[in-house]
């Protein structure tokens, strides 16, 4: 090749290298470009009581949103009352309850619309499948997944209508079940899939669905984990217990508190996140997987082969004591010394 030849093409190497350092760098930027400012574009937000949901909700006000604040008690509504958020107060377990939440948001979205549905309402009943009831299956759907998809269906035409988004909380669980969480790992995983199809049919309205998928947050929620499993155990027929022995449940216990007291971590950074990169975003992701906390590393195990996976989950829930009758016997005592 002449060297005039070789310069040239060295030159066009080094303008193609330029041009797609600049188009990557364009795209990293753009995908961390925001909206500094709600401008008063109306949230529906539910699960605002205590814990994740409050933060969010004072987030998005901080933010300069319209937030309508769905809640379940009278004493989580009493804390926005300092606020300019609209609260309703209702159970989305039942029809007139997601009905009052509809009317709600949509009377103060008002003529501008409804720009995005936060569905972050849940409940976890843990406990092992071996005595976990039926009915906590139900309850957990009722409200981590048939709420939501009620939600959804009611207010998807005026989403449609602003080109508006749906927000759904799911969790790491819903990516990975872990031992012990089968009703909320269940719920959690329908809701994934729900969010999954809507995405989807949704791109000719442009109507963004996210999926949030936390990990262990220091909230109300996570701190009643281990006292909800105890009474789980503690509630179910004692035929459905006793292979497993009562010194090794209350083991349990202590090994789950020190656990998630290890893994919890403050839920403002995972609330921020959700409100810059769901909320504020113009283009914003398919999923938010936070970057603080558990959820990559239990995201990451979820990956494992089935077979190296469900031993290193079951170790990291239950890591010491075997069930009671699948423990070896004890030794015999030793042999009387004969004189």
């Known amino acids: 090749m002449a060297p005039t030849t070789a310069t040239a093409a060295a030159a066009a190497a080094a303008a193609a290298?330029?041009?797609?350092?600049?188009?990557?760098?364009?795209?990293?930027?753009?995908?961390?470009?925001?909206?500094p400012v709600g401008n008063g574009r109306c949230v529906l937000l539910t699960g605002c009581d205590t814990g994740f949901g409050r933060i969010v909700a004072q987030l998005a006000l901080d933010a300069g949103f319209k937030v309508v604040a769905a809640c379940y008690t009278e004493a989580g509504a009493a804390t926005f009352a300092s606020t300019t958020a609209?609260?309703?107060?209702?159970?989305?377990?039942?029809?007139?309850?997601?009905?009052?939440?509809?009317?709600?948001?949509?009377?103060?979205?008002?003529?501008?619309?409804?720009?995005?549905?936060?569905?972050?309402?849940?409940?976890?009943?843990?406990?092992?499948?071996?005595?976990l009831p039926p009915d906590a299956y139900e309850r957990s759907m009722a409200l981590n997944f048939h709420a939501p998809v009620k939600l959804t269906y009611a207010l998807l035409p005026a989403l449609k209508s602003t080109r508006g988004r749906?927000?759904?909380?799911?969790?790491?669980?819903?990516?990975?079940?872990?031992?012990?969480?089968?009703?909320?790992?269940?719920?959690?995983?329908?809701?994934?899939?729900?969010?999954d199809v809507l995405r989807a049919e949704m791109l000719p309205w442009d109507v963004n669905v996210v999926v949030v998928e936390p990990g262990t947050m220091r909230t109300p929620l996570a701190e009643a984990f281990a006292d909800g499993w105890l009474h789980s155990f503690r509630e179910a027929p004692a035929e459905r217990t006793a292979a497993y022995g009562d010194e090794w449940a209350r083991r349990h216990?202590?090994?789950?508190?020190?656990?998630?007291?290890?893994?919890?971590?403050?839920?403002?950074?995972?609330?921020?996140?959700?409100?810059?990169?769901?909320?504020?975003?113009?283009?914003?992701?398919?999923?938010?997987?936070?970057?603080?906390?558990?959820?990559?590393?239990?995201?990451?195990?979820?990956?494992?082969?089935?077979?190296i996976r469900d031993r290193v989950l079951y170790s990291l829930v239950f890591p010491s004591l075997l069930p009671l009758t699948l423990r070896p016997p004890p030794p015999p005592p030793p042999a009387g010394v004969v004189s």
């Not at 797609?20 to 925001?34: D, E, G, L, Q």
């Not at 029809?95 to 619309?113: N, T």
């Not at 819903?174 to 909320?184: E, F, I």
């Not at 403002?268 to 769901?278: F, G, S």
């Open 86 to 131: 609209t609260i309703v107060v209702a159970d989305l377990t039942t029809a007139e309850g997601v009905e009052r939440v509809v009317k709600a948001g949509l009377a103060a979205a008002g003529d501008s619309g409804l720009f995005a549905l936060v569905n972050n309402a849940g409940l976890c009943l843990p406990g092992n499948v071996d005595w």
């Open 253 to 307: 216990v202590t090994q789950t508190n020190k656990g998630m007291e290890a893994a919890m971590v403050d839920a403002m950074p995972t609330a921020l996140e959700l409100v810059h990169r769901a909320l504020l975003h113009p283009s914003p992701p398919s999923r938010i997987l936070p970057a603080k906390g558990n959820a990559k590393i239990l995201w990451t195990l979820g990956q494992l082969p089935d077979s």
């Open 17 to 35: 290298a330029a041009a797609a350092a600049v188009y990557i760098a364009y795209k990293w930027t753009k995908s961390w470009r925001y909206v």
């Open 166 to 195: 749906v927000v759904n909380v799911t969790s790491v669980d819903g990516v990975v079940a872990l031992p012990s969480t089968a009703a909320y790992s269940a719920s959690k995983h329908a809701l994934e899939a729900f969010s």
